[in-house]
């Protein structure tokens, strides 16, 4: 079992719909929870952290977090085909050692479609 | 601030030869972060350090692998010598405080072993 596990997708929606994006982890002592945006030929960059379980909004994006369930998710409201991107969830873990780090899923590729 | 640098961008090279990555982390962030990036295993940690100190090397490949930070503003990834298997996106990353603070990613060196 990976540690992070993401449909790679494609995620396929038209312009204006709500893309949501699913991540599942096995670390129960997990605490922190990033998804990260990451355009074709480019770095990874920040969108979203979340520790506490429940939502939490920013502009478009809500992120979910569900400790119980082990799964994080990503929705992007009204989106748009700038947000065609392949989406990383990361989350830290301590498994095997003392120190956290994070682990990344494979991530999920979307296409929003005009 | 200018963000993490990474150098060179791009590079070329033959099985055998050594290949030498360079970092420069975001000033004041206390921890920098080697990745390697591929379709197959997606982002991968390689090696971490705090102030300077490696803290987990456990993603390192193998001993023709080498990463060290004489100082906080600059940390080098060695292979000595390179495979073709070793072609792949290396990104170096910094956070601040913590490794389980937000990371910031530079642009990233594609390694391309002939």
């Known amino acids: 079992q990976k540690e992070v596990e993401q449909n790679s997708g494609p995620l396929s929606v038209p312009e204006g719909a709500i893309a949501s994006l699913n991540c599942t982890y096995s670390?129960?002592?997990?605490?922190?929870f990033f998804w990260y945006r990451q355009y074709s030929g480019k770095s990874p960059e920040l969108i979203m952290f979340i520790y506490s379980n429940g939502d939490k909004e920013d502009g478009r994006f809500t992120a979910q977090l569900n400790k119980a369930s082990q799964y994080v998710s990503l929705l992007i409201r009204d989106s748009q085909p700038s947000d065609s991107a392949t989406y990383l969830c990361a989350v830290t873990t301590l498994r095997g050692s003392n120190t956290g780090k994070l682990i990344f899923g494979q991530g999920t590729t979307l296409q929003v479609k005009p | 601030d200018a963000g993490v640098i990474q150098s060179p961008r791009h590079e070329v090279t033959e099985m055998g030869q050594e290949v030498t990555l360079r970092c420069k982390p975001i000033?004041?962030?206390?921890?920098l972060f080697w990745y390697r990036q591929t379709m197959m295993r997606g982002l991968e940690l390689l090696i971490y350090f705090n102030n300077n100190v490696p803290i987990d090397d456990s993603g390192m490949p193998e001993d023709r692998f080498s990463a060290k930070m004489p100082n906080a503003s600059f940390s080098t990834l060695k292979i000595q010598p390179s495979e073709p298997r070793d072609s792949a996106v290396y990104f170096c990353?910094?956070?601040?405080?913590?490794?389980?603070?937000?990371?910031?990613f530079g642009p990233g060196t594609r390694l391309t072993v002939l």
């Open positions: 670390d129960r002592g997990s605490q922190s």
């Open positions: 990353a910094s956070s601040f405080r913590a490794e389980t603070d937000t990371q910031y």
């Open positions: 000033s004041g962030h206390d921890y």
